[in-house]
Nanobody
Framework: QVQLVESGGGLVQAGGSLRLSCAASGRIRSYYDMGWFRQVQGKEREFVAAIDRNGDIANYADYVKGRFTISRDNAKNTVYLQMNSLKPEDTAEYYC???????????????????WGQGTQVTVSS
């Protein structure tokens, strides 16, 4: 069982930066793919970024590519999302997710993930 807790959200002006953290209660090590998704009220949850179990492969949605960076520190059981050049359209609740134990698959799909955090709000003002 893995429990995830996000932190680092807040209010920032357009062009600014934030770093989100996702702390896992269990050992994520190289067992779980990890992802970040976001959701605006009334809309579907959408993929932002993901990283494979070993931290070798990162995937990004086109709308954040070049601005966001996902990373993981397996020794600290923590995943990060560095967000630069933020835009008002990045405003959303951001969720961290952990995949199924040792399973590979489409890391951009919500179906790939077994565990979800409670979310952290990011608001970007214009």
């Amino acid at each position: 069982q893995v429990q995830l807790v996000e932190s680092g959200g807040g209010l920032v002006q357009a062009g600014g930066s934030l770093r989100l953290s996702c702390a896992a209660s269990g050992r994520i090590r190289s067992y779980y793919d990890m992802g970040w998704f976001r959701q605006v009220q009334g809309k579907e949850r959408e993929f932002v970024a993901a990283i494979d179990r070993n931290g070798d492969i990162a995937n990004y949605a086109d709308y954040v590519k070049g601005r966001f960076t996902i990373s993981r520190d397996n020794a600290k059981n923590t995943v990060y999302l560095q967000m630069n050049s933020l835009k008002p359209e990045d405003t959303a609740e951001y969720y961290c997710a952990a995949g199924f134990y040792l399973q590979t698959g489409d890391r951009s799909s919500t179906q790939h993930y077994a565990y979800w955090g409670q979310g952290t709000q990011v608001t970007v003002s214009s």
